[in-house]
């Protein structure tokens, strides 16, 4: 075995330890591990002759390394290990991880703060892809999703305040006073913003009233376990079942696209340190989060139509009809808690596609998308 | 019979600490589904078998590891696919690299060098689906790149543990 061989096994033999190391959430043993297996990845590079920087060793090597660099937070090494390899022609497909990693490398610099010093009440949105250029992003795709976090931080709000879940009607005008979301200028980084929350008035700040900043922990918590997958500590998280499906529904909204928009960061400041939530989840992969986190799935429909009906006087779930856009055919869907305000409403008059369980005359509505938001992910 | 438990031996590409580790997961994603010691994994694809699985008790210290239901599912399979590249397509996992948020897996003959003349194992898991999500994964894998001048061999490993199933496909 020469001296790239068993340099690199070094390496991937400390990596391996920094994965465990990161399972058993010893974080700080995890970046110690990481940086040991990225200098025995750097020897064996080093150690490379002419005769072994043949493709695919080269390319895999400097890969390797690149993701250890990224690992342990130095983007600079990484940026340049990937360049470096990509610079020698490698096979196809790792040249095509290579770009990946480069975007990677490249939106961990966006949810730098670069300066912007973020306080307890404010947090960092980032947006990467396709739709957003150095400083510009297509309006819609920014628009709806500062507009869909909001959302998501008045349900915090109103679920830690002990309400019951709002199926109709606006936020309390007390509420929207107290922690209503401010957005800053946007910055040219990906496309960086600032979503300010209102402070409480002096006057309500008592005891078990809600801090902005815990807000703020909870929105990047919850974020967080939905990226994950972590579905049975969302659970926990919000026993409630119509605000856990209202908060699933309004992630899901807030997630890349996968063509426009390929990642969402968000950044907030705690202690002088900055905490980052990086979603490169799509919407259709969210699409897989179950509300039913036990037992079989049920058999599911889909239809695709337009959105012509909504009653929302049903009690613990609305109706809303699909007519088919040939044939006019309707089907009746029962809307559950926590989807219909702010999940169905806004797509009123458009053609969805509706997926759920079929129950009798009705469908049981799980999934709802605009058809042409699907088409974009064929 | 394939036994999760023998990944603690390591394998000349994997460690003991992470062998334990990956049968740890697999056992996890097996018991969350609802299965016990020697359910019968399907083979199916490149080859066609079934072997009885068996696999370490499972703690609640294990579970509260794996708690990030993609990554268990993730390395869970990764430690049934290196069994089952073994023995249905008769090669052991050789070497790996760092890729992702896991590793990148390469099967062939020792005395080659470091990474050439090796075929990559593509693994992936799926925690619960069907017979149309399971083939949507393999295609996805197996479309990843064209094959074309240069393509690297590879072969592709998909776990579905709902039933479980493994398909088993050369890229």
């Not at chain 1, 509300?291 to 779930?317: C, M, N, W, Y």
């Not at chain 2, 600490?17 to 969350?32: H, T």
Request: net charge negative.
């Amino acid at each position: 075995m020469n001296l790239v061989h068993k340099k690199h096994n070094e390496a991937m033999d400390f990596a391996e330890l920094a994965f465990l190391a990161r399972i058993n959430g010893n974080h700080a043993e995890a970046i110690d591990l990481s940086g040991k297996a990225l200098q025995s990845e750097l020897m064996a590079i080093n150690a490379l002759s002419d005769t072994d920087s043949i493709e695919p060793t080269y390319s895999v090597l400097h890969r390797s390394a690149a993701t250890l660099a990224l690992d342990c937070n130095n983007s600079a090494l990484a940026e340049k290990l990937t360049a470096t390899a990509l610079a020698h022609s490698p096979p196809d497909e790792i040249a095509e991880e290579l770009r990946d990693l480069f975007e990677q490398i490249h939106f961990r610099r966006h949810l730098l703060l670069r300066g912007v010093t973020l306080c307890e009440d404010e947090m960092q949105m980032s947006l990467s892809g396709r739709g957003v250029g150095y400083g510009v992003v297509q309006s819609e795709e920014f628009l709806e999703r500062v507009s869909t976090a909001s959302q998501v931080i008045y349900r915090i709000v109103e679920r830690q305040n002990g309400r019951a879940f709002r199926e109709a009607g606006r936020l309390k005008k007390n509420l929207r006073d107290q922690y209503e979301v401010f957005v800053s200028v946007p910055r040219a980084s990906s496309l960086a913003v600032t979503l300010k929350l209102g402070q409480p008035s002096e006057q309500l700040n008592l005891p078990g009233v809600l801090d902005t900043a815990q807000v703020i922990d909870e929105f990047m918590d919850l974020m967080e376990l939905a990226n994950k997958s972590r579905l049975d500590e969302l659970k926990v998280r919000i026993p409630d079942e119509a605000y856990y499906r209202n908060f699933v529904g309004l992630a899901k909204k807030i997630a890349p696209d996968g063509e426009n928009v390929l990642q969402i960061g968000f950044t907030a400041t705690r202690a002088g340190s900055d905490r980052f939530v990086d979603v490169r989840k799509t919407r259709s992969d969210f699409a897989t989060l179950p509300v039913v986190t036990k037992g079989e799935l049920p058999q599911f429909v889909t239809i695709k139509g337009v959105l012509r009906f909504a009653d929302a006087i049903h009690g613990e779930s609305g109706i809303i009809k699909i007519v088919e856009e040939e044939g006019g055919k309707s089907h009746d869907v029962k809307v559950p808690q926590g989807m219909m305000n702010d999940i169905v409403r806004p797509m009123w008059n458009s053609v969805v596609i509706v997926t759920g369980e079929k129950n009798g005359r009705y469908i049981i509505l799980e999934d709802i998308v605009e058809a042409e938001e699907l088409a974009t992910d064929e | 019979m394939l036994d999760l438990n023998t990944l603690a031996n390591g394998l000349p590409a994997i460690t003991p600490a992470l062998g334990k580790a990956l049968a740890e997961a697999g056992g996890v994603c097996l018991e969350d589904r609802g299965h016990i010691q020697g359910k019968a994994l399907q083979v199916q694809g490149y080859t066609k078998n079934e072997y009885a699985l068996f696999w370490p008790a499972v703690t609640e210290q294990a579970r509260r590891c794996w708690n990030d239901t993609e990554v268990a599912t993730e390395y869970g399979a990764v430690g049934i696919a290196v069994l089952l590249a073994k023995s249905e397509i008769g090669y052991s996992v050789i070497e790996r690299s760092r890729k992702g948020t896991g590793f990148d897996y390469w099967l062939g003959n020792d005395k080659d060098s470091l990474f050439q003349n090796k075929a990559r194992l593509e693994i992936s898991g799926i925690r619960k689906g069907d017979d149309k999500s399971l083939r949507t994964r393999v295609n996805q894998k197996v479309k990843q790149t064209d094959p074309s001048d240069g393509t690297l061999p590879a072969f592709v490993i998909v776990i579905e543990f709902g039933c479980p199933v493994a398909e088993v496909r050369e890229k």
